[in-house]
């Protein structure tokens, strides 16, 4: 079935630095990959989205990469920053018959050292 | 502000005491989920709701109950709850035209002894 994991459940970086947290999926019959940020004590919230067509989306010091080939989706923040420190969760949204399929990877939890 | 509510945010019950979650969003939202957040496993989708009177299961329904009424409220209902059901939950709502970006409400610890 369909599945999204991450690799790593902590990342630990230092400020200032650029971070790069990967995912992996099976099955690519997906029509969207998101990357969702989570605060302590709050609901994820909505960093950015690539279709399954793209390659590459660029946001606000955020890139996402998706390698189609090796079924393998990245996050890239850069100048990481304390206020990066969060957990963060790659979603693949597929459109099916009558709704959407939402499905969350376990979540890395980023850590911003000063 | 847009925003999405729940209530309560924390519950303790106890086995077999029926329960209602509330959610409610002001931002016109066609499509409005619930999810279950457990320690490791990420969140887990319960119902959705593509929009009013429409409703279908997520990967984990067993043992919830849902209802969409009204487009703004879509309530979770346990009608018998059960310990392995003790969770983080959470709401969420969407444009169907992005639903790819959901907005999530702040969470309901539910504890259930």
């Known amino acids: 079935g369909e599945s999204v994991g991450l690799h790593l459940p902590t990342l630990s970086v230092q400020e200032g630095d650029n971070s790069i947290i990967n995912c992996a999926y099976s099955?690519?019959?997906?029509?969207?990959f998101i990357w969702y940020k989570q605060e302590s004590g709050k609901g994820p919230q909505f960093i950015i989205d690539?279709?399954?067509?793209?390659d590459k989306r660029q946001g606000q010091r955020v890139t996402v990469l998706l390698n189609k080939t090796v079924k393998h989706l990245s996050l890239q923040i850069a100048a990481t920053q304390p206020g990066d420190s969060a957990v963060y969760f790659c979603v693949r949204e597929s459109v099916r018959t009558g709704g959407f399929k939402t499905i969350f990877g376990a979540g890395t939890r980023l850590f911003v050292k000063a | 502000e847009a925003q999405v509510t729940q209530n309560p945010r924390y519950l303790i019950t106890v086995t077999g005491k029926k329960l209602t979650v509330t959610c409610s969003q002001n931002m016109n939202h066609e499509y409005m989920s619930w999810y279950r957040q457990d320690p490791g496993l990420g969140l887990r989708q319960i119902y959705y709701s593509m929009n009013v009177e429409v409703t279908d299961k997520g990967d984990v329904p067993e043992g919830y109950k849902v209802s969409r009424k009204e487009k703004r409220n879509f309530p979770l209902i346990l009608e018998s709850p059960s310990p392995n059901q003790t969770s983080l939950y959470f709401c969420?709502?969407?444009?169907?035209?992005?639903?790819?970006?959901?907005?999530f409400g702040p969470g309901t610890r539910l504890t259930v002894t």
């Open positions: 690539i279709r399954s067509n793209m």
């Open positions: 099955n690519s019959a997906s029509d969207y």
């Open positions: 969420a709502s969407s444009s169907t035209g992005t639903v790819y970006e959901q907005y």
